[in-house]
């Protein structure tokens, strides 16, 4: 019975390991989200505001009672002597008595309570802490958009690499077409031989750039897979097309869409950072301050020959102090003078950084909406252009056939197709990537 139950639990096993390498299709949308739970810095990310809780409360426990407690131990392996006056003993005036006044091993337990009254550097930290988690959260925030620009660019490159391979295929399988034609024509002496070299010519350039386009494919996929947060030879696919993709990221309404600085996630961390400046001032203006605490310590204590302290008859002898510790900075050599003017020179140097991260946010605004309406114009442009380079490489083709257009006027023709097509695609991609950084900027 046990052995077909093991035999059981290793079939599903398997069957879950094989359902893990069916091919996972995403929509970009669906990437989207994907990465930003499990790509690597984003995991990392949600660890970060984890680890500032954690710090928030190890800063604020400082502050409450601590409790610590202690067992010391100690043999006496070769016993202090003290003198005595022999006079006392019975002896010689002038003359001394060894003695041995403590017994060879002692056992002690201690607790001590203690409790911080006062400290300005604690209440400084507590308020700071409370800045740091808001740091990681907006650090959290611009990691978010980091791996959706990330997953914008990996995506695009992928559907540029397998539209390349599909566009080359068909060129390749034309320049095969004529170069056969050609062939033919020559053999029968009606052509000569540099037409069917020139079509030699750009069949291998062709080919050249597909096999490096294969290679890409490959290796774009492998980087999807990177930026998704999973293994890289995982056999992804893409729901979406270059084409529809672009229709669907072409959206002109960015370009008047309402822009609160408030929100973009880069002027938040120079915030936080005027924030963390100003509580370094506090701390360095606080250790001027005296700091009060107070402690209650309990203990017992035995003394014997022999290790025999956890018997019955063992005495113990019991104490406790409590006591109040009063600290006061009295002078440090202006050391304190100078940690709190450069704590201020650092908060100056934030509030400039802080004005200058306000202006190039505002500028970096201009350049995003600029560069993507840019992209647009640029891509309705090249897809014209493209379809101009189809109808007079087409037109060329009909002439070479008729013998009208020579072999060199065809192949002239035909780099200037394949120009249009990389163009093209090329726009198709700056489009989806400009939109992607405007979002950024207006946090959208």
């Known amino acids: ?45 949600d660890r970060d ?12 426990a400082a502050g409450l009672p601590q409790i610590t407690g202690a067992v010391s131990y100690q043999n006496q392996l070769k016993q202090p002597v003290s003198l005595l006056p022999g ?51 907006n650090n959290k925030e611009k990691t978010a958009i980091e791996v959706k620009k990330s997953v914008v660019e990996a995506y695009g490159n992928v559907l540029l690499a397998q539209e390349s391979v599909e566009i080359l295929n068909k060129n390749i399988a034309t320049l095969e077409k004529n170069l056969f034609e050609t062939k033919k024509i020559f053999e029968n002496g009606l052509g000569d031989e540099e037409s069917v070299e020139q079509l030699q010519i750009t069949l ?30 995982s056999p992804t696919t893409l729901a979406e097309s270059l084409d529809d993709l672009t229709l669907k990221q072409t959206d002109l309404s960015l370009m008047e869409a309402d822009f609160n600085i408030n929100n973009n996630v880069d002027y938040k961390l120079a915030q936080n950072l005027n924030e963390q400046r100003f509580f370094e001032l506090k701390l360095a203006k606080s250790r001027a301050l005296p700091t009060l605490n107070a402690f209650v310590n309990y203990g017992s204590t035995s003394f014997n020959d022999q290790f025999n302290f956890l018997q019955n008859d063992a005495q113990w002898f019991d104490a406790s102090v409590f006591g109040v510790d009063l600290s006061i900075p009295i002078f440090s050599s202006f050391k304190r003078s100078a940690s709190t003017q450069r704590a201020k020179i650092a908060l100056d140097k934030a509030k400039t950084q802080l004005t200058e991260a306000e202006e190039q946010i505002r500028l970096q605004l201009k350049q995003s909406r ?40 065809l192949r002239q023709a035909q780099l200037q197709l394949y120009d249009a097509q990389n163009q093209h695609l090329q726009s198709m991609v700056d489009v989806i990537n400009t939109k992607t950084s405007l979002e950024a900027v207006l946090n959208e």
Do not use: C, H
């Open 1 to 45: 019975m046990n052995f077909k139950i093991v035999v059981i639990f290793s079939f599903f096993v398997m069957l879950k390991g094989y359902s893990q390498e069916i091919p996972k299709t995403f929509t970009l949308e669906e990437a989207i989200a994907f990465a930003l739970k499990n790509n690597y810095n984003a995991i990392n990310a």
């Open 49 to 60: 505001i984890i680890d500032a809780q954690k710090q928030k409360w190890e800063t604020i």
């Open 87 to 137: 006079e006392i003993a019975g002896g010689e005036p002038g003359t001394f008595v060894p003695l041995i006044l403590s017994v060879p091993q002692t056992l002690s337990a201690t607790a001590t309570l203690s409790q911080q009254i006062f400290d300005g550097s604690y209440i400084v930290g507590v308020q700071a802490a409370k800045t740091f988690i808001s740091y990681s959260a």
């Open 204 to 233: 291998s350039s062709v080919q050249n750039q597909l096999k490096n386009a294969i290679r890409l494919k490959e290796i774009t996929v492998q980087m999807l897979n990177l930026t998704l947060g999973i293994m890289t030879d």
């Open 370 to 409: 600029s560069n993507y309406i840019l992209a647009i114009e640029q891509y309705r442009t090249n897809k014209e252009n493209l379809a101009l380079a189809e109808r007079i490489e087409n037109k060329n083709q009909i002439k070479y056939a008729e013998g009208i257009a020579s072999s060199f006027e």
